[in-house]
């Protein structure tokens, strides 16, 4: 029987769209009115071989059998570009739990802008688990843990979630051994140790009103009874000489802060956290922490493509430990995955999977990024391109 041979090789071709990303930092503060939502969806392309297949003909042209060959028999032929699917539309939650006291406000940040690093070799994608566990083995106090994630416990309309809804919250939020809270209001210290217990996470906490040191000192001494082994550091103020505060007052706070904890029992790290920038116009703020502890968006910058966000942030964490000779601990890095474009910086979820990759890739130890969630409780700012509810990792919360 005369027998014919014919190949046929089967592969995709998805178009890939590269974006790109820092300036101005976030607000951490009590945000009223309507808000606007622009969406910007970009897409990423990725080039997929598929297997080959050799399908037997008789001298009538009817087949006979088939055969698949791995990719690397013969050279795959490219097929026609296919327009990838549309990302997802976020999952509708739970309706939230009636609403709590409101917390208390908060001041604004002012915009800081800093230099685009020069060109880096690509970043290798780091492994960002999203499914809950028990966060992965020990967890140190201050620097030396794998990762962490910024958490908030507010509602949408700014109200306070209640313990049941940040429970709910933690059930979703798992592989990262620090959790970085940013004050004491609304009952979060006891409320995330209650959601945390018997998992692998320690809290990374904050004071945050520099005029309520006592206050708060007080209110985290109480929440953790004599129990300090699951604090990782705590933080006084975030981004304050960025907001406007004389290093001195700041400086002073810290002293204060360290005072009345350590008479409470806590003998771990205590810092100020600030951006990059204040961090190196301002050196004192370093040498008074225990670490340096820097909040670093290169969405901001502007020039930055989100998959060399991580190349961005590793270099102002050298610098920073050089100029200072401490380690340095990246506080707040991430990508909005919603809203408007700065310059080469674009929101879209494509880009914000490929920051937090470069990211995790360049530094895989010493980063807690930003946020657990999309904080649809903030407004946004000059300067906020009209992205600052969306840097959520997972997404909306499930309490939402």
């Known amino acids: 029987m005369k027998t014919s041979l014919f190949f046929t090789v089967a592969g995709l071709l998805v178009g890939m769209a590269a974006s790109q990303a820092h300036g101005s930092h976030h607000q951490h503060v009590k945000r009223h009115g309507p808000r606007k939502v622009v969406q910007v969806i970009e897409t990423k392309t990725a080039v997929v071989t598929g297997p080959e297949v050799i ?3 008789d001298g009538n042209g009817q087949p006979v059998s088939t055969t698949t060959l791995q990719n690397s028999q013969a050279p795959p032929t490219p097929a026609p570009q296919a327009n990838p699917a549309p990302a997802p539309a976020p999952v509708p939650a739970p309706a939230p739990a009636p609403q709590q006291p409101q917390p208390q406000p908060q001041p604004q940040p002012h915009p800081q802008p800093a ?5 880096q070799p690509a970043p290798a994608p780091p492994a960002q688990p999203n499914n809950p566990s028990s966060g992965g083995g020990s967890v140190s106090t201050g620097p030396g843990f ?3 994630v910024s958490y908030s416990p507010y509602n949408g309309d700014n109200s306070c979630k209640s313990a049941q809804q940040v ?30 217990k018997g998992r692998s996470m320690k809290l990374f906490l904050g004071i945050f009103d520099l005029a309520q040191v006592q206050k708060e000192a007080e209110t985290i001494s109480k929440a953790l009874n004599g129990d300090w082994s699951r604090i990782n550091a705590i933080s006084v103020g975030n981004e304050m000489v960025n907001k406007g505060t004389d290093p001195g007052t700041v400086i002073g706070a810290l002293g204060q802060a360290r005072g009345l904890l350590k008479s ?8 100020t956290v600030d951006t990059m920038m204040a961090m190196v116009n301002h050196p004192e703020l370093c040498k008074a922490s225990d670490f340096c502890a820097i909040n670093c968006h290169a969405f901001f910058d502007g020039k930055t493509p989100p998959e060399k966000s991580g190349d961005f942030v590793k270099m102002w964490v050298d610098k920073i430990g050089k100029a200072t000779g401490k380690t340095v601990v990246v506080t707040e890095t991430g990508w ?3 809203g ?10 494509q880009n914000h999977q490929a920051a937090i990759s470069s990211i995790g890739g360049a530094l895989p130890e010493n980063v807690i990024y930003y946020s657990a969630y999309n904080d649809l409780w903030k407004k946004n700012f000059p300067g906020s391109f009209n992205a600052e ?7 909306n919360a499930p309490s939402a």
């Open 55 to 57: 399908v037997y003909m």
């Open 115 to 119: 230099p685009a690093p020069g060109p």
């Open 146 to 148: 794998k990762s962490g």
């Open 167 to 196: 429970a709910k919250d933690f059930i979703k939020i798992g592989g990262y051994q620090v959790i970085r809270l940013y004050g004491t209001d609304c009952n979060q210290v006891a409320n995330v140790l209650a959601a945390t």
């Open 264 to 271: 409470s029992g806590y003998s771990g790290p205590i810092v």
């Open 336 to 338: 909005p995955s919603q």
């Open 340 to 349: 408007d474009r700065n310059n080469v910086a674009v929101p879209s979820p």
């Open 389 to 395: 509810q969306y840097w959520g990792i997972l997404g």
